[in-house]
């Protein structure tokens, strides 16, 4: 069983940054792909970002070239740098990590205040 520890939501006003990190902890297995996915109010949930564990990365074209993902493997932790947030950025922000089956982070908010 992995657990998933995010943290690093907040508010923050429309252009400003965050960064959230994901600590995994509990894992038989070495853990492949990490990624972010967010769930704003009445929305299905999105994938926003995904990491190998060799550090190749995908973003979703909607964050591309705002959000940055980078992940420790000594410390089984996955961070996304937020910048130049916009209100529609707003979610709840999910770690997700793959180790012989999927697990997902109890997720952290984000609000973008315009």
């Known amino acids: 069983q992995v657990q998933l520890v995010e943290s690093g939501g907040g508010l923050v006003q429309a252009g400003g940054s965050l960064r959230l990190s994901c600590a995994a902890s509990g894992s038989r297995f070495n853990i492949n792909t990490m990624a972010w996915y967010r769930q704003a109010p009445g929305k299905q949930r999105e994938w926003v970002a995904s990491?190998?564990?060799?550090?190749?990365?995908e973003y979703a074209d909607s964050v591309k070239g705002r959000f940055s993902i980078s992940r420790d493997n000594a410390k089984n932790t996955v961070y996304l740098q937020m910048n130049s947030l916009k209100p529609e950025d707003s979610a709840v922000y999910y770690c997700?990590?793959?180790?012989?089956?999927?697990?997902w982070g109890q997720g952290t908010q984000v609000t973008v205040s315009s």
């Open positions: 997700n990590a793959f180790a012989m089956g999927s697990y």
């Open positions: 990491i190998t564990s060799r550090g190749s990365t």
